[in-house]
Nanobody, 123 residues
């Protein structure tokens, strides 16, 4: 069992930055992939970025490449999403998710989810 708690969301102006954190508890990061998804009102939950905790390999959605960075600190059981040059289109609830295995961009393949944190970018 894995419990995930996101933090770091908020309101920011376009061009600004935020750093989201996802603290995991319940098991080690071994054999686990962790990812960020986001869901805007009326839209599907989309993959943003993921990291294979064993190898450190990262994966980013095309829409955020060059602006967002994903990282993890296994000693702290925490994953981060550094978001720079934010745009109004980035407004969404951001979710942390974990699965056994490697990163997958399909939300249905994740076993554990956090409650989400709201990110609002004003123009």
């Amino acid at each position: 069992q894995v419990t995930l708690v996101e933090s770091g969301g908020g309101l920011v102006q376009a061009g600004g930055s935020l750093r989201l954190s996802c603290a995991a508890s319940g098991r080690t990061f071994s054999g686990v992939a962790m990812s960020w998804f986001r869901q805007a009102p009326g839209k599907e939950r989309d993959f943003v970025a993921g990291v294979n905790c064993d190898t450190g390999n990262t994966y980013l959605a095309n829409s955020i490449k060059g602006r967002f960075t994903i990282s993890r600190d296994n000693a702290k059981n925490t994953m981060y999403l550094q978001m720079n040059n934010l745009k109004p289109d980035d407004t969404a609830v951001y979710y942390c998710a974990a699965r056994y295995g490697v990163v997958d961009s399909r939300s249905a393949y994740y076993h554990f989810w956090g409650e989400g944190t709201q990110v609002t970018v004003s123009s």
